[in-house]
């Protein structure tokens, strides 16, 4: 499977996962099945609120999933249009985040998780206030 994972830095494997997806500071593209992970900076990080475009940041046709802590609610939809699965995880570090997706034990994050219908945080203590 592959699957794109928000990170605050580029440690390779040791990265730390960023709390939101649309202002996370690097993308991992990693495949579950062989191992290959890439990590590009986020070109879109710097968004209005409500502006998050996650579809024309990743290669859709590619990516199988978006494995993360938190995301709005307009990207989780648009990503879903795109037929991009959108998986929570609780895990710290890419490497905990790609074995939990090979693993099959991350559940879909659904509309009402998403930022925006919680009005909480999530994800390092990122407070949710926006819908990207």
């Known amino acids: 499977m592959r699957i794109c994972i928000p990170t605050e830095d580029d440690r390779g494997l040791d990265s730390r996962l960023y709390g939101h997806f649309g202002s996370a500071p690097f993308l991992a593209l990693a495949d579950t099945d ?62 905990d985040a790609i074995s939990q997706a090979g693993g099959g034990s991350l559940r879909n994050l659904s509309i009402d998780e998403a930022c925006g219908g919680h009005g909480g945080g999530h994800g390092r203590g990122r407070q949710c206030n926006h819908d990207s």
Do not use: F, W, Y
């Open 34 to 95: 062989s191992g290959d992970v890439e990590i590009k900076p986020n070109s879109g990080r710097h968004h209005g609120q409500g502006k998050c475009q996650p579809a024309e940041r990743i290669d859709v046709a590619r990516t199988d999933a978006v494995v993360c802590q938190g995301m709005g609610k307009r990207a989780v939809a648009s990503l879903r249009r795109a037929g991009v699965a959108v998986l929570i995880t609780s895990a710290t570090t890419l490497r």
